[in-house]
């Protein structure tokens, strides 16, 4: 499995910026489809955005479209999620998620590997 571990997270304001970031170790990093999740109290964990293995391919739900961007750097066996103009409604706890393969994936049973979750919350 591969070891990842998010950075990131916090306080902000409405309408203000976070940057988050997810650290992989344990597999070549560029074989691997990325994506972070969000999983707010009392809801079921959501895709916020995906990146295929060479970062030529992204996906975004449609609640961040225009707003969060996801990007990844393969010699620093990293992902990024760039998160502006942040609203109340992106509270929750961000998670990023690996696995082999081509493509993009969206849904959690896509991915075999889990970091530990970074919490983030937006106040109005």
Known sequence: QVQLVESGGGLAQAGGSLRLSCAASGRTFSSLRMGWFRQAPGKEREVVAAISRSGSMTS????????????????????????????????????CAAADGVGIGVLPRFYDSWGQGTQVTVSS
Not at 63 to 89: C, H, W
């Open 60 to 95: 975004y739900a449609d609640s961040v479209k225009g707003r969060f961007t996801i990007s990844r750097d393969n010699a620093k066996n990293t992902v990024y999620l760039q998160m502006n103009s942040l609203k109340p409604e992106d509270t929750a706890v961000y998670y």
